[in-house]
């Protein structure tokens, strides 16, 4: 069942990208592109090194190494698990909401431009 939920998961992030994409290639088609471009390349390099940064120091850190044991413990328990299944259920249905109404807004973007931002094929393995 988890394994189950983990692939669900797994498909909606992937299907996140696929949206994502479909919609920065129907955005490529207007006038403001390379501002937009820039834009989101810098937020994304931005958020990329944020969380680099923080992963960082949450590692260097003792304490946080013996939380990670205290956790461990707790994680083992029988309601953690319970509580990870929900968690897994609700993350699968919030990507599945949050893939419709991407696609909702790549649709109407390619009514704007007049054109598909068509993701490409699915590549075998992924």
């Avoid at 707790?74 to 990870?84: D, I, L, N, R, Y």
Wanted: charged share 35%; aromatic share 0%; hydrophobic share 35%.
């Amino acid at each position: 069942m988890a394994d189950e939920r983990r692939m669900e998961i797994v498909d909606e992030l992937k299907e996140l990208g696929r949206q994502l994409q479909a919609l920065i290639r129907t955005a490529a088609q207007s006038d403001t592109t390379k501002e937009l471009e820039q834009e989101i390349s810098k937020g994304i390099h931005e958020v990329s090194h944020q969380v680099d940064t923080a992963l960082k120091q949450v590692r260097d850190t003792r304490a946080a190494k013996d939380l990670g044991t205290q956790v461990q413990k707790v994680v083992e328990s029988p309601q953690v698990a319970e509580v990870a299944q929900e968690i897994r259920t609700g993350l699968v249905r919030g990507l599945q909401e949050l893939n419709a109404q991407l696609r909702k807004v790549a649709a109407r973007a390619e009514e704007e431009t007049g054109g598909p931002g068509e993701p490409p094929p699915e590549e075998p393995g992924i």
